[in-house]
């Protein structure tokens, strides 16, 4: 839409109040900041919610893998053969045993339930989820007969552990003896204590190596799962299909959907109905854009039939109000831009200081998985918001253009 000289000098004249034209100002002020507010509400959202869905995917399978071959009864004995046969297949970036058991913590007085991790002291300090998220001591204690373990920061707070303290893990699988089984309870020193940053994570994790894990759960020598990692995460059934049939009389193959389905599955709910919601603010500021954009082509009428009368087109009268709209809609779009930027910068300074002003925790760990409030913008998410919101601008300009281009001089003038 290229405006010529006089059209420019109108559509300025136009976008600044004049004598009497205070309130259609206001009225388009309001508009270009409700459009700020629906663009910078929308793109904070989902970049909150993105973020919170890769923070999420990061953490979860980086500790958990991509899908893990589980034993029907807990145990995998044959697992090195289907370590290997996993290797093997294409697309299969690793395949480690693992063993995951949950049992109980006790440590001065104090009970929780924990998930022992048993890992090779390789996969332990490969992984970078654990490897770089220490807080405090060294995973280079961690070695086979050691009994030493490493857990989560926010097991150690609940048991009230520190670095070198022991704690001792019950297990129910102990000796039979004429009055039933007896839990066998073995203690452990803490030489390493991590923060994955989920919440239910750190409140359970205990990690020790492989055959401390086999000795504590008396595997003989079995694991409980084989962790698998792939180039592709939203393949990895079509890559992993081939070992099935290899597996299909010791245990079963469960991807990272299968387990984490339902938390996942809310989120992808979550995010398309916080999506059509705050669109609500940008379809109101665009109201206001074309209730402004009407009054303003009431306040101006005898302008336009004077326009008319010295020659100015239909089109040219269309192309000023639509410049008018758009340019507010553009305006607000931009600002849009910038609020959502600075916010998701100082997006947990923002928490922080509402939390202190209100005293009220607004992101509980326990509730919301992760400690901090993650953000990940996608570009493409961006841009069609602010294509949506450009659009929306266009579209409510169309009715009061056109309703000024066809204001007729000779009824307007008859009486002036």
């Known amino acids: 839409m290229i405006l010529n000289r006089y059209e420019r000098m109108i559509a300025k004249r136009y976008l600044l109040p004049g004598k009497g034209e205070a309130f259609i100002f206001l009225v388009a002020s309001i508009s270009l900041v409700a459009v700020a507010l629906g663009v910078a509400a929308l793109i904070v959202v989902m970049s909150v919610m993105n973020g919170f869905r890769a923070e999420l995917f990061d953490k979860i399978v980086g500790l958990n893998g991509h899908a893990v071959v589980q034993g029907y009864d807990g145990k995998l004995g044959d697992w090195r053969r289907i370590a290997a046969d996993a290797r093997k297949l294409p697309g299969v970036t690793s395949a480690t045993p693992l063993i995951e058991q949950p049992l109980m913590a006790t440590y001065g007085g104090r009970v929780e339930g924990v998930l022992v991790r048993g890992m090779t002291v390789e996969d332990i300090r490969r992984n970078p989820v654990i490897r770089d998220k220490v807080v405090r001591g060294s ?24 670095l070198g303290t022991q704690i001792s893990l019950i297990s129910p699988q102990g000796q039979t003896t004429p009055f039933g089984t007896v839990p066998r309870i073995v203690s452990y020193q803490i030489a390493a204590i991590f923060e994955v940053g989920v919440y239910d994570y750190d409140k359970a994790f205990v990690v020790m ?21 792939t180039v592709d995460a939203d393949r990895v059934g079509e890559i992993l299909a081939p070992l099935k049939p290899r597996i299909a009389m010791q245990g079963e193959i469960r991807d990272w959907r299968d387990l984490n389905s339902s938390l996942f599955e809310a989120l992808a709910v979550e995010r398309v109905t916080m ?32 326009l008319r009368t010295m020659g100015a087109s239909r089109g040219a009268l269309m192309k000023i109000f639509m410049t008018v709209g758009t340019v507010i ?11 959502g930027a600075l916010f998701l910068f100082y997006r947990q300074a923002v928490v922080n200081f509402v939390q202190f002003v209100t005293g009220q925790n607004l992101w509980d760990p326990s509730i919301r998985f992760l400690t901090e409030l993650p953000a990940k913008s996608d570009p493409v998410e961006v841009t069609a918001i602010v294509a949506m919101a450009l659009g929306f601008s266009f579209l409510s300009t ?16 008859r009486y002036e």
């Open 209 to 229: 190596p492989m055959s401390d894990a086999q000795t504590l759960l008396m595997l003989d020598g079995a694991v409980g799962m084989i962790e698998i990692q």
């Open 329 to 339: 809609g553009v305006l607000g779009t931009g600002t849009g831009i910038a609020l």
């Open 139 to 162: 995973l280079d204690a961690l070695t086979p007969g050691s009994g030493r373990v490493a857990i989560g920061a926010r097991l150690a707070e609940q048991l009230g552990a520190d």
């Open 398 to 413: 169309l009715y009061p253009a056109w309703k000024a281009a066809s204001t007729d001089p000779v009824e307007v003038l």
């Open 275 to 306: 999506f059509i919601v705050l669109s609500l603010i940008i379809l109101v500021a665009v109201f206001n854009i074309l209730s402004s954009l009407i009054m303003l082509v009431r306040a101006k009428r005898r302008d336009i039939a004077i």
